[in-house]
């Protein structure tokens, strides 16, 4: 006969289980903690967030109660982190604790705390620990103090605190009542996280108790709430597990929400049904459907910090790709463990559970990356060409950029390939830059030196002139003869002393163009090249057996004319061209028209793309500084943001009248926009309407 459950079993999602909790469930920690404890062992459990820390340090503080112990619970958060100082905070620890043994009876915490004024708060908690709780209780005691994480947001150094404790652990040498004394330190952090300064002896004392997931057998009173048929309750179990790894938060949450569809329906559950549950109330929105705040924990905890985000991810996108990775402890790894999305298992670090996998996956990685990256579009379509296409990278400012950015970030292994390559490209094209530079330098300097030498034969034959004219005291026909053969011969040597000039004007204008080419100044190169070309008609056919000069000049025009293009004579608009826009690196003109259209240009002149999605007019376009985002403004009364390939990434639709410019602000954060309906508007980089301006009358 089948028996429906117990209605009034009741799973608690979130927040510390009580102790008679039908639903808590007993793990190998359970014993682990309360074993090392009894044992007078110090222990830290350090662990992700909704993890069950709370539940089991209510369980084993009862426990240890029913044994004879005198134990404290110190909330860290009550206490507070906030604009408070080191003696309202170890003030209020000493309180917590009086509070807790129940001391107040006979010790009155405010004048104790008063008389010892002369001394740090620190040593006045130390001084606590060994004259007032030592001495007024003669019991085992256990300190346990939770939410430990807390303290790491206090406005000062807090290594003492955690240096008083490893204190309270070395005392135990000289003096035996401090045996009696045992710490837990339970919270969110690493042990290296407790005492910072590598200049102090790290907090390497007590035993690590390791809190896992739920197994099966250990789920066992999870299943009583699910027995709507005795034979399915296992099998249900085991499809909660299965989607949520044993995770306490997720199993508890799970299994409510299965339980609440078997009071109001007759159906049959299957592993299937499950699947759709959980799709549908757990994974589908998650953001909205995220309470108690579960999820946006582990995705706020993971982007807290732009300088450790990107890293972050960058670590995790390598577990998804590759099922798992190697766990080394680093201190990365340690910090995506302490998210709860990822966990250590048999040396090799795996996402959590296939829940977390479904939510936290590729895309929504490659889209927090995206968001990270100022680079994201280069550095997408650079790895989508397996790091083939050198085009993609950076270079100029937007590398000076990126390296900016990411100085002091840690960043993926793949953001630094994408980086480093960008710096050995622009460091190649330099070099490559600088050779024709320097050969261009030495065309000319060959083009001096011929020069020289051409005006060196005029000197020669003006003094052989001069000699001439000596000899008029011979015959008189001989020397006009003479005189005349001279003159010729002069005139002989001034041509090519001219024709040495037109030849070094050849050298100097065809070297002038190929370097003008190289730094990519096509029009400048273009006039050099022609008057390279001009100077080389000065020359008579008689000088021209200067092949290598000639060679030059028409090698100088030949690549001026294959690379330059007529810039002014950009066909492809059916109306009117109504705005352009060079982007930031100056490889990519768009241009605007009033036949509804974008055109994306190359520096060449070369078509690239059309965007057609405007149904009118397109008033305005405008590049983002980083080059990496277009917007347009149409008498459609639409903006539009397309991405360097042309694709169109959002529609802005706020604006009652047609647009009349777009602009972006110098950072890039802010896109501003102005309309016939009166109004400007601002606009985040991602497309959500910031502010609205208003105030123009026409």
Not at 379 to 392: I, L, M, N, P, Y
Not at 457 to 484: C, H, Y
Not at 578 to 599: F, K, N, V
Not at 656 to 669: A, E, F, L, T
């Amino acid at each position: 006969m089948n028996e429906k459950p117990d209605l009034h079993y009741e799973y608690q999602v979130g927040g510390s289980l009580p102790v008679d909790a039908p639903t808590y469930v007993r793990r190998q920690a359970d014993q682990d903690f309360y074993d090392g404890l009894k044992a007078g062992e110090f222990c830290y459990v350090l662990n992700s967030r909704q993890m069950g820390k709370s539940s089991l340090r209510v369980q084993t503080m009862a426990r240890l109660q029913q044994e004879g112990f005198a134990c404290a619970a110190v909330d860290v958060t009550a206490i507070g982190t906030a604009n408070i100082t080191p003696k309202e905070w170890y003030f209020g620890i000493i309180d917590s604790l009086v509070n807790s043994f129940e001391l107040y009876n006979n010790f009155d915490s405010y004048e104790w705390w008063m008389s010892h004024e002369l001394v740090s708060p620190v040593q006045r908690f130390s001084k606590f620990i060994g004259e007032v709780l030592l001495e007024l209780i003669d019991k085992s005691i256990v300190i346990f103090i939770d939410e430990i994480d807390s303290v790491l947001a206090l406005p000062f150094n807090i290594d003492d605190f955690f240096a008083v404790i490893r204190d309270c652990f070395n005392q135990r040498a000289d003096k035996p009542e401090y045996n009696r004394l045992t710490f837990a330190l339970i919270g969110v952090a690493t042990p290296s996280d407790l005492i910072s300064n590598h200049l102090r002896t790290p907090f390497n004392i007590g035993r690590a108790i390791e809190l896992t997931g739920f197994q099966l057998a250990e789920a066992q009173p999870l299943a009583v709430g699910l027995e709507t048929q005795t034979e399915n309750s296992q099998a249900l179990l085991e499809a909660v597990l299965s989607w949520t790894g044993g995770q306490p938060f997720l199993t508890h949450k799970l299994c409510k929400l299965i339980k609440n569809y078997l009071n109001s329906t007759s159906i049959v559950p299957s592993a299937d049904w499950v699947a759709n549950l959980v799709q549908e109330k757990i994974i589908d929105n998650w953001e909205g459907q995220d309470e108690p705040e579960h999820l946006k924990t582990i995705r706020d905890r993971i982007l807290h910090s732009d300088q450790r985000a990107s890293r972050l991810l960058g670590l995790y996108q390598q577990i998804l790709q590759h099922d798992e990775i190697t766990s080394d402890d680093s201190p990365e790894q340690m910090e995506l463990r302490l998210t709860g999305l990822v966990v250590k298992q048999s040396g090799k670090l795996k996402v959590y559970n296939r829940l977390y996998q479904s939510v936290f996956n590729l895309d929504w990685v490659e889209r927090q990356l995206a968001n990270l990256r100022p680079y994201s579009e280069n550095f997408k379509a650079w790895e989508d060409s397996v790091c083939q296409d050198e085009s993609r990278l950076l270079r100029g400012q937007a590398l000076q950029d990126a390296q900016t950015w990411a100085a002091g970030k840690s960043l993926s292994v793949q953001d630094y390939r994408f980086l480093d390559a960008s710096r050995d490209l622009e460091k190649r094209e330099f070099e490559r830059n600088l050779a024709a530079e320097k050969e261009a330098n030495q065309i000319l300097s060959a083009a001096r030196q011929k020069a020289e030498l051409a005006l060196g034969e005029e000197r020669v034959a003006k003094q052989q002139a001069q000699k001439i004219r000596r000899m008029t005291s011979f015959f008189a026909g001989v020397s006009i003869l003479l005189a005349l053969g001279a003159g010729v011969f002069a005139f002989h040597q001034l041509r090519q002393v001219e024709q040495a000039n037109n030849l070094a004007n050849a050298n100097i204008s065809s070297a002038s163009a190929d370097l003008l080419l190289v730094s990519n100044q096509e029009v400048k190169a273009l006039l050099q090249a022609l008057r390279a070309g001009q100077a080389l008609k000065q020359i008579d056919k008689s000088a021209r057996n200067q092949k290598d000069t000639q060679a030059q000049v028409i090698t100088a025009l030949g690549n001026v004319m294959n690379d330059a293009r007529e810039y002014n004579n950009l066909s492809g608009h059916q109306n009117w061209v109504t705005s352009l826009s060079w982007s930031p690196d100056g490889q990519i003109l768009a241009s605007g028209s009033a036949d509804s259209t974008i055109i994306l240009w190359s520096r060449n002149g070369k078509k690239i793309a059309t965007l057609e999605k405007h149904s009118k007019n397109v008033n305005s376009v405008s590049w983002s500084p980083d080059g990496q985002t277009l917007a347009s403004g149409s008498g459609d009364k639409t903006i539009k943001l397309w991405n360097r390939d042309g694709k169109l990434r959002k529609n802005l639709t706020e604006h009652k009248g047609y647009i009349n410019g777009v602009s972006w602000s110098p950072d890039g954060k802010t896109l501003a926009s102005a309309s016939q309906d009166k109004t400007i508007k601002f606009w985040s980089r991602d497309g959500k309407l910031l502010k609205t301006l208003e105030g123009h009358e026409k």
